[in-house]
Protein backbone atom coordinates (compact mmCIF):
# COMPACT_ATOMS: atom_id res chain seq x y z
CA UNK A 1 0.00 0.00 0.00
CA UNK A 2 1.32 3.38 -1.30
CA UNK A 3 2.54 6.17 1.80
CA UNK A 4 1.72 9.53 2.13
CA UNK A 5 3.17 12.40 4.49
CA UNK A 6 0.81 13.39 7.47
CA UNK A 7 0.58 17.20 6.70
CA UNK A 8 3.83 19.29 8.25
CA UNK A 9 4.79 16.56 10.72
CA UNK A 10 6.62 14.19 8.13
CA UNK A 11 4.67 11.09 9.15
CA UNK A 12 4.49 8.55 6.22
CA UNK A 13 0.93 6.77 6.59
CA UNK A 14 -1.29 4.31 4.24
CA UNK A 15 -3.30 5.63 1.88
CA UNK A 16 -5.92 3.65 2.91
CA UNK A 17 -7.31 3.95 6.50
CA UNK A 18 -8.52 1.06 7.91
CA UNK A 19 -11.92 3.06 9.88
CA UNK A 20 -13.00 0.68 12.87
CA UNK A 21 -16.51 2.05 14.22
CA UNK A 22 -18.17 -1.48 12.97
CA UNK A 23 -15.75 -3.63 15.36
CA UNK A 24 -18.65 -4.26 18.30
CA UNK A 25 -20.98 -2.48 16.61
CA UNK A 26 -21.82 -4.87 13.22
CA UNK A 27 -18.85 -7.21 13.58
CA UNK A 28 -17.81 -9.32 16.62
CA UNK A 29 -14.14 -9.70 17.91
CA UNK A 30 -13.32 -12.72 15.88
CA UNK A 31 -14.06 -10.90 12.60
CA UNK A 32 -12.30 -7.68 13.44
CA UNK A 33 -9.09 -9.80 13.95
CA UNK A 34 -9.67 -11.66 10.98
CA UNK A 35 -10.05 -7.80 9.36
CA UNK A 36 -7.19 -6.26 11.29
CA UNK A 37 -4.73 -9.26 10.17
CA UNK A 38 -5.75 -9.07 6.59
CA UNK A 39 -5.47 -5.15 6.34
CA UNK A 40 -1.95 -5.48 8.25
CA UNK A 41 -0.76 -8.32 5.16
CA UNK A 42 -1.64 -5.31 2.64
CA UNK A 43 0.35 -2.92 4.31
CA UNK A 44 -3.07 -0.96 5.53
CA UNK A 45 -1.34 0.21 8.99
CA UNK A 46 -3.03 3.12 9.40
CA UNK A 47 -6.21 2.52 11.76
CA UNK A 48 -8.67 5.09 13.26
CA UNK A 49 -11.17 4.81 16.23
CA UNK A 50 -12.51 6.69 18.86
CA UNK A 51 -13.60 6.02 22.60
CA UNK A 52 -17.54 6.64 20.91
CA UNK A 53 -17.02 3.48 18.72
CA UNK A 54 -18.99 0.83 20.65
CA UNK A 55 -21.37 -1.65 20.47
CA UNK A 56 -23.31 -0.15 23.98
CA UNK A 57 -22.67 3.93 22.26
CA UNK A 58 -25.14 2.27 19.02
CA UNK A 59 -27.27 0.93 21.36
CA UNK A 60 -27.84 3.60 23.25
CA UNK A 61 -27.73 6.72 20.64
CA UNK A 62 -31.10 4.49 19.31
CA UNK A 63 -32.80 4.50 22.30
CA UNK A 64 -31.80 7.94 22.92
CA UNK A 65 -32.17 9.43 19.47
CA UNK A 66 -35.09 6.85 18.33
CA UNK A 67 -36.70 5.55 21.69
CA UNK A 68 -35.90 1.90 20.29
CA UNK A 69 -34.47 0.14 23.40
CA UNK A 70 -33.41 -3.38 21.04
CA UNK A 71 -30.54 -5.59 20.51
CA UNK A 72 -29.22 -4.86 16.79
CA UNK A 73 -25.31 -4.86 17.75
CA UNK A 74 -22.84 -7.61 18.27
CA UNK A 75 -22.27 -6.33 22.04
CA UNK A 76 -23.50 -4.09 24.36
CA UNK A 77 -19.80 -3.06 25.47
CA UNK A 78 -19.00 0.68 25.62
CA UNK A 79 -15.86 1.45 23.26
CA UNK A 80 -15.89 -2.28 22.40
CA UNK A 81 -13.63 -0.40 19.05
CA UNK A 82 -10.73 0.31 21.27
CA UNK A 83 -10.29 -2.45 23.34
CA UNK A 84 -10.88 -4.72 20.27
CA UNK A 85 -7.94 -3.01 18.95
CA UNK A 86 -5.90 -3.37 21.96
CA UNK A 87 -6.27 -7.10 22.78
CA UNK A 88 -5.55 -7.66 19.21
CA UNK A 89 -2.25 -5.45 18.94
CA UNK A 90 -0.92 -6.89 22.13
CA UNK A 91 -2.36 -10.66 21.23
CA UNK A 92 -0.14 -9.82 17.77
CA UNK A 93 2.81 -8.01 19.03
CA UNK A 94 2.09 -5.58 16.13
CA UNK A 95 1.62 -2.30 18.21
CA UNK A 96 4.91 -0.66 16.33
CA UNK A 97 3.17 -1.15 13.15
CA UNK A 98 0.03 0.91 13.62
CA UNK A 99 -0.54 4.37 13.15
CA UNK A 100 -3.41 4.52 15.88
CA UNK A 101 -6.03 7.34 15.48
CA UNK A 102 -8.30 7.90 18.55
CA UNK A 103 -10.96 10.76 19.41
CA UNK A 104 -12.62 12.11 22.59
CA UNK A 105 -16.30 12.02 22.11
CA UNK A 106 -17.60 15.79 21.11
CA UNK A 107 -18.70 18.63 23.58
CA UNK A 108 -16.11 17.51 25.80
CA UNK A 109 -13.24 19.79 24.85
CA UNK A 110 -12.66 20.71 28.42
CA UNK A 111 -9.25 19.78 30.03
CA UNK A 112 -9.88 17.66 32.92
CA UNK A 113 -11.95 15.56 30.19
CA UNK A 114 -9.35 15.35 27.91
CA UNK A 115 -6.63 14.50 30.53
CA UNK A 116 -9.46 11.82 31.69
CA UNK A 117 -10.42 10.67 27.94
CA UNK A 118 -7.34 9.66 26.90
CA UNK A 119 -6.20 7.98 29.69
CA UNK A 120 -9.08 5.90 29.31
CA UNK A 121 -8.15 5.19 25.82
CA UNK A 122 -5.16 4.27 26.21
CA UNK A 123 -5.76 1.87 28.69
CA UNK A 124 -8.29 -0.01 26.81
CA UNK A 125 -5.99 0.65 23.60
CA UNK A 126 -3.24 -1.39 26.06
CA UNK A 127 -0.12 1.16 24.84
CA UNK A 128 1.26 4.52 26.75
CA UNK A 129 0.70 6.78 23.34
CA UNK A 130 -1.29 7.14 20.58
CA UNK A 131 0.07 8.41 17.23
CA UNK A 132 -3.25 11.30 16.80
CA UNK A 133 -5.78 12.60 18.83
CA UNK A 134 -8.73 14.46 17.60
CA UNK A 135 -11.72 16.18 18.96
CA UNK A 136 -14.37 14.04 17.12
CA UNK A 137 -16.33 17.30 17.00
CA UNK A 138 -16.29 20.56 18.29
CA UNK A 139 -17.32 21.77 21.55
CA UNK A 140 -19.24 24.76 21.49
CA UNK A 141 -19.34 25.44 25.16
CA UNK A 142 -15.39 25.69 25.52
CA UNK A 143 -12.73 28.02 24.09
CA UNK A 144 -10.81 26.74 21.71
CA UNK A 145 -8.16 27.75 23.46
CA UNK A 146 -8.33 25.89 26.74
CA UNK A 147 -9.12 22.54 24.48
CA UNK A 148 -5.20 23.05 22.70
CA UNK A 149 -4.06 24.02 26.03
CA UNK A 150 -4.64 20.67 27.05
CA UNK A 151 -4.29 18.93 23.79
CA UNK A 152 -0.49 20.39 23.34
CA UNK A 153 -0.22 19.38 27.29
CA UNK A 154 -0.86 15.97 25.98
CA UNK A 155 1.03 16.17 22.93
CA UNK A 156 4.37 17.35 25.12
CA UNK A 157 3.84 14.57 27.47
CA UNK A 158 4.06 12.04 24.88
CA UNK A 159 1.00 10.25 25.32
CA UNK A 160 0.36 11.99 21.65
CA UNK A 161 3.06 11.16 19.60
CA UNK A 162 2.33 12.69 16.41
CA UNK A 163 -0.16 15.37 15.95
CA UNK A 164 -3.34 16.96 17.09
CA UNK A 165 -6.26 17.27 15.05
CA UNK A 166 -10.15 17.14 14.76
CA UNK A 167 -12.82 15.38 13.13
CA UNK A 168 -16.45 17.37 11.63
CA UNK A 169 -14.55 21.19 11.50
CA UNK A 170 -16.27 22.96 9.27
CA UNK A 171 -13.45 25.70 7.69
CA UNK A 172 -14.49 28.65 10.03
CA UNK A 173 -13.92 26.12 13.10
CA UNK A 174 -10.44 24.87 11.43
CA UNK A 175 -9.47 28.69 10.71
CA UNK A 176 -10.21 29.24 14.52
CA UNK A 177 -7.69 26.63 15.16
CA UNK A 178 -5.04 27.93 13.74
CA UNK A 179 -5.56 31.48 14.55
CA UNK A 180 -5.43 30.60 18.40
CA UNK A 181 -2.74 27.90 18.23
CA UNK A 182 -0.78 30.58 16.44
CA UNK A 183 -1.50 33.34 18.63
CA UNK A 184 -1.03 31.57 22.02
CA UNK A 185 1.74 28.97 20.53
CA UNK A 186 -0.20 26.06 21.08
CA UNK A 187 0.04 22.69 18.87
CA UNK A 188 -2.06 23.72 15.93
CA UNK A 189 -4.30 20.63 13.95
CA UNK A 190 -2.14 19.22 11.58
CA UNK A 191 -5.23 16.56 10.68
CA UNK A 192 -8.39 16.93 10.21
CA UNK A 193 -11.55 14.32 8.79
CA UNK A 194 -14.56 15.41 7.37
CA UNK A 195 -17.52 13.56 5.98
CA UNK A 196 -16.72 13.20 2.17
CA UNK A 197 -18.41 11.05 -0.72
CA UNK A 198 -20.24 11.85 -4.21
CA UNK A 199 -23.46 12.26 -2.14
CA UNK A 200 -21.92 14.46 0.73
CA UNK A 201 -18.86 16.71 -1.19
CA UNK A 202 -19.05 20.08 0.26
CA UNK A 203 -16.17 19.69 2.22
CA UNK A 204 -14.04 20.61 -1.15
CA UNK A 205 -15.05 23.60 -1.56
CA UNK A 206 -13.60 25.56 1.01
CA UNK A 207 -12.33 22.99 3.75
CA UNK A 208 -10.07 21.47 1.17
CA UNK A 209 -8.43 24.38 0.11
CA UNK A 210 -7.88 26.14 3.73
CA UNK A 211 -6.13 22.59 4.00
CA UNK A 212 -4.33 22.54 1.22
CA UNK A 213 -2.62 25.77 1.73
CA UNK A 214 -2.45 25.11 5.20
CA UNK A 215 -0.39 21.80 4.93
CA UNK A 216 -3.34 20.44 6.73
CA UNK A 217 -3.33 16.72 6.09
CA UNK A 218 -7.10 15.51 4.94
CA UNK A 219 -8.45 11.92 6.38
CA UNK A 220 -12.16 11.71 4.88
CA UNK A 221 -14.51 9.21 6.09
CA UNK A 222 -17.51 7.49 4.44
CA UNK A 223 -16.38 7.11 0.99
CA UNK A 224 -19.46 5.14 0.26
CA UNK A 225 -21.82 7.49 2.22
CA UNK A 226 -21.93 5.06 5.56
CA UNK A 227 -23.07 2.42 2.75
CA UNK A 228 -25.65 4.23 0.88
CA UNK A 229 -23.55 3.89 -2.46
CA UNK A 230 -23.59 0.56 -2.76
CA UNK A 231 -26.79 1.00 -3.96
CA UNK A 232 -28.71 -1.42 -1.33
CA UNK A 233 -31.03 1.18 -0.38
CA UNK A 234 -34.22 2.10 -1.81
CA UNK A 235 -36.52 5.26 -0.50
CA UNK A 236 -38.65 2.94 1.65
CA UNK A 237 -37.15 4.03 5.33
CA UNK A 238 -39.30 1.16 6.59
CA UNK A 239 -37.18 -1.73 4.48
CA UNK A 240 -33.96 -1.18 6.12
CA UNK A 241 -31.85 -4.55 5.80
CA UNK A 242 -30.51 -6.04 9.32
CA UNK A 243 -27.45 -5.51 10.49
CA UNK A 244 -26.78 -2.46 7.94
CA UNK A 245 -25.08 0.78 9.37
CA UNK A 246 -28.18 2.31 8.53
CA UNK A 247 -30.04 0.22 10.86
CA UNK A 248 -27.80 0.00 13.74
CA UNK A 249 -27.07 3.59 13.27
CA UNK A 250 -30.32 5.16 11.78
CA UNK A 251 -29.16 8.98 12.16
CA UNK A 252 -27.42 8.22 8.56
CA UNK A 253 -30.87 7.86 7.02
CA UNK A 254 -31.25 11.95 7.78
CA UNK A 255 -28.02 12.55 5.88
CA UNK A 256 -28.57 10.07 2.79
CA UNK A 257 -32.40 9.42 1.99
CA UNK A 258 -33.13 12.63 -0.01
CA UNK A 259 -33.73 12.99 -3.76
CA UNK A 260 -30.83 14.29 -4.47
CA UNK A 261 -28.49 11.04 -3.06
CA UNK A 262 -30.79 8.97 -5.16
CA UNK A 263 -30.18 10.86 -7.62
CA UNK A 264 -26.66 10.37 -7.59
CA UNK A 265 -26.67 6.85 -6.86
CA UNK A 266 -28.75 6.32 -10.02
CA UNK A 267 -25.74 7.98 -12.18
CA UNK A 268 -23.32 5.95 -10.24
CA UNK A 269 -24.89 2.76 -11.08
CA UNK A 270 -25.35 3.81 -15.04
CA UNK A 271 -21.80 4.56 -15.15
CA UNK A 272 -20.37 1.80 -13.42
CA UNK A 273 -22.49 -0.77 -16.06
CA UNK A 274 -21.12 1.38 -18.55
CA UNK A 275 -17.54 0.81 -17.54
CA UNK A 276 -18.10 -2.84 -16.36
CA UNK A 277 -16.81 -1.94 -12.47
CA UNK A 278 -18.39 -2.80 -9.93
CA UNK A 279 -20.60 -0.18 -7.89
CA UNK A 280 -18.83 0.45 -4.68
CA UNK A 281 -14.82 0.29 -6.30
CA UNK A 282 -16.13 3.70 -8.71
CA UNK A 283 -17.59 5.14 -5.52
CA UNK A 284 -14.64 4.90 -3.56
CA UNK A 285 -12.23 5.63 -6.22
CA UNK A 286 -13.82 9.22 -6.78
CA UNK A 287 -12.74 10.45 -2.98
CA UNK A 288 -9.51 8.44 -3.43
CA UNK A 289 -8.06 10.71 -5.85
CA UNK A 290 -8.89 14.10 -4.63
CA UNK A 291 -5.29 15.73 -4.69
CA UNK A 292 -5.89 17.09 -1.01
CA UNK A 293 -6.89 14.02 0.11
CA UNK A 294 -3.79 12.06 1.66
CA UNK A 295 -5.85 8.84 3.06
CA UNK A 296 -9.53 7.69 2.98
CA UNK A 297 -10.84 5.82 6.33
CA UNK A 298 -12.39 2.59 5.10
CA UNK A 299 -15.25 0.69 7.42
CA UNK A 300 -15.43 -2.97 6.74
CA UNK A 301 -17.52 -5.53 8.16
CA UNK A 302 -16.18 -8.52 5.56
CA UNK A 303 -12.55 -8.63 4.00
CA UNK A 304 -14.01 -8.39 0.55
CA UNK A 305 -14.49 -4.66 1.79
CA UNK A 306 -10.72 -4.33 2.17
CA UNK A 307 -10.05 -5.69 -1.00
CA UNK A 308 -12.88 -3.23 -2.46
CA UNK A 309 -11.53 -0.34 -1.09
CA UNK A 310 -7.86 -1.39 -3.05
CA UNK A 311 -8.92 -1.94 -5.85
CA UNK A 312 -10.52 1.65 -6.15
CA UNK A 313 -7.86 2.84 -4.67
CA UNK A 314 -5.45 1.16 -7.73
CA UNK A 315 -7.86 2.17 -9.95
CA UNK A 316 -6.57 5.51 -10.37
CA UNK A 317 -9.98 7.18 -11.79
CA UNK A 318 -9.51 9.53 -15.22
CA UNK A 319 -9.83 12.85 -14.18
CA UNK A 320 -11.89 13.30 -17.16
CA UNK A 321 -14.32 10.87 -15.92
CA UNK A 322 -13.54 12.18 -12.42
CA UNK A 323 -14.92 15.52 -13.14
CA UNK A 324 -17.77 14.22 -15.69
CA UNK A 325 -18.54 12.29 -11.90
CA UNK A 326 -18.30 15.92 -9.66
CA UNK A 327 -21.09 17.24 -11.59
CA UNK A 328 -23.47 14.83 -10.69
CA UNK A 329 -23.61 16.90 -7.75
Not at 2 to 12: A, E, N, V
Not at 27 to 43: F, P, V
Request: proline share 5%; with cysteine.
Amino acid sequence: MDKKTLGRTGKQISSIALGTGTFGREINEEDSYRIMDHCLDKGITFFDTAEAYGGGQARENRKKSLGVDDIRETTGEMSSSERMIGSWMNARGVRDQITLCTKISGGRGKPEEIQRALAASLDRLQTDHVEIYKMHSPDPNTPIAETLDAMTTEKRSGRISVCIGGANYDTAQVQEVLDVANAKGYDRFEITQPNYNLAVSGAQDSLFPLCQKEQIAVTPYSPLGAGFLTGKYTTDKTNIPPRTRMDVAPSHIDIYFNDRSFRIMEKLKEKASELDVPVVQLAMAWPMTHPTVTAVLVGAREIRHIDNAIAAYQMALDPDLRAEMSAWN
